[in-house]
């Protein structure tokens, strides 16, 4: 059901001949209210492509009545001409649905570049498909067309106490942070003020999506949308629904990671007794980035120099002879020396635990990731996206 | 003839069974004077082996009178039991050559945590074997001794006037800056003081292998060495001796990326009109970094949109809509829109230039990479390295 979990949102997921393959490729959803309450979080990318540009400026005041979505092409570095394709596809949705383009979020994927009068063209004809076919049990077909490489739909549910909150995400491949190269639509009945939304939303990607790395590359798309109708007639306690708000970013953040192009490990890196949660981080993409790392968790090579020779290149406080590295359970490497055999370690299971204690201070934090495989190669290689 | 092209060299490479392949595995370089001066740089990792430890002691006083090199082992993350090794290795060429063993230079390469009796009895066998096998022409042996997963030795030589310099690397993975990952050692017999050395190194190092970033990860045992015998009896003139130094770093730098592991093109990433050389250089290494762009070139893919969305991510100055890429001399971006069509790119060729104008100011940089292959996943993951 995903953003059509919650009550007051409509969406529908549509064919409008983007995607070569002929799939789904146009998604609208729709808050029927009575709030229109929502906060985004955007790509930090500097080249933000047309619909982040266009999606900040209807978010200033916290309100939005729908949001467009589609795949089969990014409309980024598409100059003036793809602007004004996006702020046409928010007026087709506004005169549509009779409310003001100005509150429609609007996001594209898929490869940069796309966005000529054939995209045009295609965008605004699923428009005119998606407004008829929206349904308050269309959240399936939405998940679905916001697809590009993925293998199959990101979709999460949450009950809270009167109220529910559900999402949709998309993203397999430029999976990096600010944020983790994806569009996701997140929907709540519960009654929210937009400022409570932000933190919420905020606090939530911060420690979920931020924290998927899986290939290093940041998108130029990126959107993470919160809509909340305030159908309801709950008003949740604050603390409770944060942590909806970060329990659902976690679980779509994990399917995120699981789907990941051409991946055979999920892998955790967790950093433990880090000066700082920002060092923490820190040393964990470090790891998390290292090709030579990741190239070995794939060949089931439980291979702790390299995690150590990545910890190096940080600025993280660390003694590099007093630091602790576990594999799968097995603690590889004791305070800068070999310890137990590496024989011990299995790396065959998909899931990937890599604990590095770096005994400095008491912050920690967990980068997720992935190995580099020669089916990340030949995806992002054989295929333009 | 590599590091015994200049006069008053003598070296030799034997093997001494640190190399499962039993290859040659240790190299020994001895300067036999007038002088013995000499500079080294190395690595910039945190993390830094026992060889690099020891190596930094005793460059101190810019004289050295030998070096010597062993692959089949990193010596790194080996504890004190390691760095006694390093130690003893110095002490052992010292007491065969009748010199100080603080005047001797240690380098180690191959897989980090290896460092144990077994390979303290090797290095110190390879020692023995070495010393009386040392010649006016072992620099071929020599740079033998110091390959990993090479494919080829690095030897270069340059003719100065009444002088000559010769070289020799290696290198295949683990390529990336401060510095590039790899062992290098360059001859000279001019008369050139330790400072004037020091000077030259540093500035060939820093826009020839500091600009190598094949694979973004950084080695733990880096050392780039330069030894002035003044055998010539010729003072050279400054400037020629440092465009020298600076020649052959880069031509040693070229063959580093020639055979980088796995890969399939060279790539120049030329990028101009920069606010400075510094964001010269972070907008070519965000590119030389991104998995997505490195894996298209691979596939013989123009992706222009994964250069843009890579210089996104960096502080450099620019305006992501007055940006130009071309590659291979078709530019397929203009003012952040598709120009030329990607048809036009034949990317067939192992020589890949990438320029990128930023339109901003006047500083320029290039930044060496290679493309990220199956070969790449396959080298790093089917064997520990």
Same mark, same amino acid.
Not at 86 to 98: D, K, N, P
Not at 207 to 214: A, E, M, Q, W, Y
Not at 237 to 245: G, L, N, P, S, Y
Not at 299 to 316: E, F, K, M, Q, S
């Given at each position: 059901m ?6 007051? &949102? ?28 929502a ?38 570095? #598409?100059?003036? &001409? ?66 590009? #490489? ?23 491949g ?16 519960a ?13 939530? #990607? ?8 899986s290939?290093g ?29 970060k ?23 967790e ?33 702790? *120099? ?29 305070? *800068? ?48 996206s």
């Amino acid at each position: 059901m995903s953003v059509t979990y919650a009550a007051g &949102f409509l969406a529908a997921g549509v064919t409008a001949g983007l995607k070569a393959s002929g799939g789904r490729d146009v998604a609208l959803v729709v808050n029927t209210g009575p709030h229109k309450n929502a906060a985004v979080v955007f790509t930090s990318n500097r080249a933000k492509a047309n619909p982040i540009l266009w999606s900040q400026q209807v978010i200033t005041d916290g309100i939005v009545e729908a949001i467009v979505l589609n795949s089969g092409g990014a409309n980024c570095y #598409t100059g003036a &001409f793809g602007f004004q394709t996006t702020h046409q596809t928010a007026e087709a949705v506004g005169a549509a649905l009779e409310v003001s383009a100005g509150d429609v979020l609007v996001c594209s994927t898929g490869l940069i570049g796309v966005g000529g009068q054939d995209f045009r063209d295609n965008v605004l004809a699923g428009v005119a498909l998606a407004v008829p076919a929206l349904t308050t049990t269309g959240g399936d077909d939405a998940a679905l067309a916001i697809m590009t #490489t993925d293998s199959k739909p990101k979709k999460s549910t949450i009950d809270g106490d009167g109220w529910r909150i559900g999402g949709m995400a998309k993203g397999a491949g430029m999976l990096a942070p600010g944020l983790a190269t994806m569009l996701v639509v997140i929907t709540t009945d519960a009654v929210v003020s937009p400022g409570d939304l932000d933190t919420a939303l905020r606090d939530a #990607t911060r420690v979920t999506f931020d924290r998927l790395d899986s290939d290093g590359c940041m998108s130029t798309n990126d959107q993470v949308s919160l809509l909340a109708s305030g159908a309801s007639g709950v008003t949740p306690d604050a603390a409770a629904f944060a942590k909806a708000v970060k329990d659902i970013c976690a679980d779509l953040a994990l399917q995120l990671q699981a789907d990941a192009e051409g991946a055979s490990h999920e892998i955790h890196i967790e950093v433990v007794h880090a000066r700082s949660e920002d060092e923490a981080v820190e040393v964990g993409r470090s790891v998390a980035r290292n090709n030579l790392f990741k190239a070995a968790v794939f060949g089931n090579d439980p291979n702790w *120099g390299r995690v150590l020779a990545a910890i190096g290149t940080t600025t993280a406080e660390f003694d590099p002879y007093d630091v602790d590295v576990s594999m799968n359970g097995v603690r590889v490497c004791k305070s *800068g020396e070999p310890d137990q055999s590496v024989d011990l370690v299995d790396l065959t299971p998909r899931l990937t635990h890599v604990l590095i204690d770096l005994k400095v201070a008491d912050a920690t934090a967990t980068v997720l990731t992935n190995d580099l495989t020669h089916d990340y190669v030949h995806e992002n290689s054989a295929y333009s996206s």
